[in-house]
């Protein structure tokens, strides 16, 4: 029986000697979504406009939600606040959840010994940051258009970004492959996403948790990540070098143990399916 490597050398070798077929692989991904729909491509745009508008109404007039010290509760911050957290959740959310499905959903592809499962988590993660990076776009003209400047520090988004997509594509590829065998879950990951949601600094900032629970909540992976990408965005603030060191170093490790999960439980998948 074949072994297949884990080593990170092996993980990076077999993405870029498959990298046009992953990009073939990631536009189908993209443009099926859409496809026989009316407005087609143009969902991709519409959907993040309008679910920053019911979500920015609901927490801003419904709750009367505030961010404190932005402008007196300023709609435009707050929109914005708002949007930078969902951007950097959404990606996350929909890759993980859709992972424990990404190999059962392509039996045609494992019964074939010579096509790489290995890049079919990141086609997902591909696919899923095009959707982010069409986010952000909108919104940097809303943020030109609310204030008349974006900050400097957005261009360290990429080096507050990449620590989160490792992270993602980590956890991709652990559970695209206990989804094969542990169908339960993809039935509780959607669960497990929602709870993310609610304790993630998403609509408040990890200082409105009460201070017995805010040493839990700062476990949440996505709190540091969601915080720095809003810095650089929004607030004009430099990324934590704390942050680079431990939750990169940390996101890289996952990365390679996802990787590795992946490729030793790979050999039963034909099996199972």
């Not at 929909?94 to 074939?112: A, D, L, T």
Request: aromatic share 16%; with cysteine.
């Amino acid at each position: 029986m074949k072994k297949f490597e884990v080593s990170p050398l092996s993980l990076f070798g077999s993405l870029y000697n498959n990298r046009q077929l992953l990009l073939d692989l990631s536009w189908r991904e993209i443009t099926s979504r859409y496809k026989g729909s009316v407005f087609g491509m143009l969902w991709s745009m519409l959907t993040p406009i309008l679910m920053l508008g019911i979500y920015t109404f609901i927490f801003s007039e419904v709750f009367q939600s505030r961010w404190p010290n932005i402008n007196e509760g300023s709609r435009s911050s707050f929109a914005l606040i708002l949007f930078s957290g969902l951007i950097a959740f959404n990606f996350f959310s929909e890759c993980v959840g859709r992972s424990p499905h990404i190999i059962c959903s392509n039996p045609n592809f494992v019964k074939k010994v010579i096509f790489p499962l290995e890049i079919l988590p990141c086609v997902t993660i591909i696919s899923t940051l095009f959707h982010a990076t069409i986010g952000l776009g909108i919104l940097f003209i809303f943020e030109l258009f609310a204030f008349g400047k974006i900050p400097a520090t957005a261009l360290l988004l990429p080096i507050a970004f990449a620590p989160l997509i490792f992270l993602t594509m980590g956890l991709t590829w652990l559970l695209a492959a206990l989804g094969v065998y542990l169908r339960d879950i993809g039935q509780t990951i959607g669960i497990v996403l929602t709870g993310l949601l609610f304790i993630s600094p998403i609509f408040f900032p990890m200082s409105s948790f009460p201070e017995k629970w805010r040493g839990l909540a700062s476990l949440n992976p996505l709190a540091m990540p969601i915080e720095q990408i809003r810095n650089v965005l929004i607030f004009s603030k430099e990324i934590d070098t704390h942050y680079l060191m431990y939750y990169a170093t940390t996101s890289l490790i996952i990365a390679w143990l996802g990787y590795a999960v992946f490729q030793a439980s790979r050999k039963g998948f034909a099996d199972v399916l």
